[in-house]
């Protein structure tokens, strides 16, 4: 009996001239309703990943620059309390190919910071992320599937 083949990897690596506090890559947000969206589509924003974030998060004002419509309300718990926040579906593009479709993305409030997206668990968690800081350079890397277990005890 053959294998059932696996879905191919596909993986990322940023590469930082020096030590970082905080991990950024490019991103396309596309609509939902787009059902043969391509990662050309949509638009370019810069997100940044954050394993505090159990969820992918939007912008108010990213939403509101692709016209996106809430599609139901969620309770969060940000760092200034619990907040009702609406939520939207889309299409998100990663680095290197990697597609998330008809994600669920919460709204959060621009601040005026770096990014319109925030990475979160939703997505980490569907692969192997890793962050080093070896010769005071910060690396990340990302990719899907997971393809074996790090761990730095048993290296």
């Keep these: 009996m053959d294998k059932p083949s696996s879905p191919p990897e596909i993986a990322f690596t940023i590469h930082h001239a020096e030590i970082v506090d905080a991990i950024f890559t490019e991103a396309k947000i596309a609509l939902a309703l787009d059902e043969n969206p391509s990662s050309g589509d949509g638009v370019t924003t810069k997100a940044l990943w954050d394993t505090g974030a159990t969820n992918t998060c939007i912008s108010d004002r990213l939403a509101r620059k692709l016209s996106l419509e809430a599609v139901d309300y969620a309770h969060v718990a940000t760092a200034s309390g619990i907040e009702h926040v609406p939520t939207y579906l889309a299409h998100v593009f990663l680095p290197k190919g ?57 290296e």
């Design 98 to 154: 990697l597609e998330f479709r008809n994600l669920e993305l919460m709204q959060f409030q621009y601040t005026d910071d770096e990014s319109d997206l925030i990475i979160g668990m939703d997505i980490i968690t569907k692969g192997d992320f890793s962050i080093t800081n070896f010769d005071g350079r910060t690396v990340c890397s990302f990719r899907i599937p997971s393809q074996h277990l790090v761990d730095f005890e048993e």
